[in-house]
Nanobody, 116 residues
């Protein structure tokens, strides 16, 4: 059974960086696209970034383009989100999932707080 576990969140000051990890247990998911999503307090969950399978094509929401970088290590069954130049508006709980998302794989996410 597939499980996804997010990690790497925390409290940082504006302008600093974090790297989030999404570790997948169970069978290999290297034939699937992955996405990072986030949900801020009082807002809907939104897509942040995604990465395709073999060709590793990437997509970024306009709000994070140029600051965030998504990558994957298929050998480790892990997807990463490098977040640079963080802004207070990046504060949210970040989730990973397949893209398109599967309901059964939504977890607790990892919380990112960007504050002075």
């Amino acid at each position: 059974q597939v499980q996804l576990v997010e990690s790497g969140g925390g409290l940082v000051q504006p302008g600093n960086s974090l790297r989030l990890s999404c570790a997948a247990s169970g069978p290999s998911l290297n034939h699937y696209s992955f996405g990072w999503f986030r949900q801020a307090e009082g807002k809907e969950r939104e897509g942040v970034s995604c990465i395709s399978a073999s060709d590793r094509r990437t997509y970024y929401a306009d709000s994070v383009k140029g600051r965030f970088t998504i990558s994957r290590d298929n050998a480790k069954n892990t997807v990463y989100l490098q977040m640079n130049s963080l802004k207070p508006e990046d504060t949210a709980v970040y989730y990973c999932n397949l893209n398109p998302a599967e309901l059964r794989l939504w977890g607790l996410g990892t919380r990112v707080t960007v504050s002075s």
